[in-house]
Each structure stands twice: as structure tokens, then as C-alpha cells.
């Protein structure tokens, strides 16, 4: 393995999660395709196709990033955003979109337990493992914040038109595989002359074993999925619904900046106060997302405004919770693939609640 700085590292990753966040026309797609005449249905349908193909690739491609390196997983996300831009140019029909869609949910696929798993190998590696609550809500916060200025843009990105919009995110998405690309890959103690085969069987065999027998991590890993569920669903339909209950169009980006505010002082707050009790954790997300969606469907523009905010914050706040306690109960060798087993489950629960959100949001 090459010798490394793990603060370089770690702000490689950074950087990466942070082109991705500001990209003007993935943070305000739901805008865009409403604009070129899709409807909250339509877009419910397309979101869950989006969590459908999720759904099928995220474990394979932990294993992918667990066998062939992290790194290489991180570049291949980024070519995927690429590819999935250029396609959502030349869409011109509900199945090419929801085409373009599929292929941006496999650079998540990629890239989700990729970055986790290197973060804390890197971390590891130098005996700093316990920096990584701080890792994860830093990371956090600069993802919140940039995709909160991508849809504070969104008034920009309707003015300038989808092409130009995607013509941008594929910029800022060859950007973060340039990165990604210099990143150094931590070697979690594989047996580089096992073949690729064996190496894939052992990693699905020694995960599922895992959750198996690990009744708490199992729990984790659905709670914190549907609270995010409903974070990321409030989110996405509150840029179709504001307009529509009598939000001026130029308030649009700025009323999405504040509601991704929630995230990042979610985010920065989770690192200011002791640990409670995973279960106190949990209660308090909880309470704080029915709270949330109340007010979501209360059809007063702030009060809207406010319900995203606040799910933002329980979302964020039990996700990098959850984050930290998986993290610290995982093996290395099976990081990624586990880490990927959260995501796995978070698009199961997509596929049954966007169609239902699109239809109570429509």
C-alpha cells in the first residue's frame, strides 16, 4: 500500500462530496422535470425507478468495491454521473428520463459505502478511528451546504434549460473523477492471490452472517432508512408543491437553501453534544419527522418550508449516529458491502413510498 497523508485523503473525499453536492440540475431535477411537463406522479414513478435499479446493483457494487478497491468504485460513481447527464441532454420521453435516472442511481451505488469504507480504513489505518463521527458529520455538512447553494441555483438552472444545466453537472462530474482518480487506496487485508470469485462469495457470505446474528444492527439499518426515506421524499416533492401553494417562483431557491439548512446544523450539532442512547436518538428523529410531515401537508408555504427544515435535521442527525455505531460494529474486509446493505434497504423503502408520496403531493 502507497504511504499516504489521511488529511489529504480525507479532503479528497471532500472535495468529491462536495462537487457532487453543488450540481445546479441533480439538486433541482424534480423542478426541471416538472418544467418540461412531468407530473408529481410521473415523477414518483421515476423516482422509484431510480431506487429499483439501487436496489438491484448497491450490494453488488459494495462487494465490487470490497474486492476491487475502493477507489476504482469512487471513479467508476463519477463516470456514472457523467454518462447519466449526458443522457438526460438527449431525453426526450418518460422511459429515456427514467434510462438517464437509472444510470445516475448506479454512481450512488458506487460511491455509497466506497467513501464510507475508505474514510474509516484511512482513519484506521493511522489509528484514528475515532475521528471519523467527525469525518462523517463534516462530510455531511459540506455535502448539505453545497447541495443547498445547487438548489438555492434552482432559479438558474430553470432559466438556463435542463441541457445547460446537466452541461454543467458533467463538468463538475469529470472534475470529481479527476479526484477521485488520485485518491490512494487502503488495503483492508485482503489476500491479493484469492481469486475474484472466491474473494466476492466470501464477502457476501461473511456479511450476511453478520446481520444475521446482529439483531441491533439490523434495526439500525431500518429505522435510520426510513427516517431518511421520508427526509429525502419531503425534500424532492416540496420543489414541485411550494409554486403550486402560492410561493413565488424566485423564493423557490432560496426556500430549498433553508430547508437544506436543517441538514447542516443537524450535521454540526450531532458532534457538539454527548451520545445519547441510540434509542433516545431515535425517538427524538422520530418525533421530529411526524412532526415534519405535518407540517409539509399543512399547504402554508412556511410552514412547508419549515417541515423540510426540520426533517432535514432529524434525518441527518440519526443518520450520522447510525453512521458511527455501524461503522465501529463492522469488519473492515466487509465495510463496503455492508455499508451498501443500508442503502439497500433505504431503496427498498423508496420503491414503496415515492409512487405514494407523488400521489399525496399531486
Do not use: C
Not at 40 to 58: A, D, K, L, N, R
Amino acid at each position: 500500500m502507497q504511504k499516504f497523508n489521511t488529511k489529504r485523503q480525507i479532503g479528497k473525499l471532500y472535495l468529491i462530496d462536495g462537487l457532487g453536492g453543488v450540481r445546479i440540475a441533480g439538486a433541482s431535477w424534480v423542478a426541471l422535470l416538472v418544467a418540461r411537463g412531468f407530473t408529481t406522479v410521473e415523477i414518483g414513478i421515476i423516482e422509484s425507478i431510480f431506487h429499483v435499479v439501487s436496489m438491484t446493483f448497491e450490494i453488488p457494487s459494495g462487494a465490487f468495491a470490497d474486492v476491487l478497491g475502493r477507489k476504482k468504485s469512487m471513479m467508476v460513481a463519477q463516470i456514472m454521473s457523467v454518462l447519466s447527464g449526458i443522457l438526460m441532454i438527449v431525453s426526450n420521453s418518460f422511459w429515456t428520463v427514467a434510462f438517464a435516472i437509472g444510470i445516475n442511481a448506479l454512481s450512488y451505488n458506487f460511491a455509497s459505502g466506497s467513501r464510507e469504507a475508505l474514510a474509516y480504513d484511512s482513519l484506521k489505518e493511522n489509528g484514528k478511528e475515532e475521528d471519523y463521527e467527525n469525518f462523517a458529520s463534516t462530510d455531511s455538512i459540506i455535502y448539505e451546504i453545497t447541495s443547498s447553494l445547487g438548489t438555492l441555483l434552482a432559479g438558474l438552472a430553470l432559466a438556463l434549460g435542463y441541457k445547460k444545466a446537466y452541461a454543467i453537472d458533467i463538468i463538475l462530474g469529470v472534475s470529481a473523477f479527476i479526484v477521485a482518480a488520485r485518491l490512494i487506496e487502503v488495503n483492508p487485508g485482503h489476500k491479493e492471490e484469492m481469486r475474484m470469485i472466491q474473494r466476492t462469495k466470501e464477502v457476501f457470505v461473511d456479511s450476511f452472517k453478520f446481520l444475521k446474528e446482529n439483531r441491533i444492527a439490523r434495526l439500525v439499518i431500518i429505522y435510520d432508512s426510513l427516517i431518511g426515506a421520508v427526509s429525502v421524499l419531503l425534500f424532492f416533492f416540496m420543489q414541485a408543491k411550494l409554486p403550486v401553494q402560492g410561493l413565488p417562483k424566485f423564493l423557490l431557491g432560496p426556500a430549498l437553501f433553508a430547508m437544506g439548512l436543517g441538514g447542516v446544523i443537524g450535521a454540526k450539532i450531532v458532534t457538539m453534544i454527548k451520545a445519547p442512547a441510540y434509542k433516545n436518538t431515535a425517538i427524538f428523529a422520530g418525533s421530529g419527522t411526524v412532526i415534519a410531515i405535518a407540517a409539509s401537508l399543512s399547504g402554508i408555504p412556511w410552514l412547508m418550508i419549515f417541515g423540510g427544515f426540520l426533517s432535514g435535521f432529524a434525518g441527518t442527525f440519526i443518520e450520522i449516529r447510525s453512521d458511527v455505531l455501524l461503522n465501529n460494529m463492522i469488519p473492515s474486509e466487509s465495510r463496503a458491502t455492508l455499508v451498501s446493505v443500508a442503502s439497500f434497504t433505504f431503496s427498498v423503502i423508496m420503491i414503496v413510498m415515492s409512487p405514494l408520496a407523488g400521489m399525496i403531493f399531486s
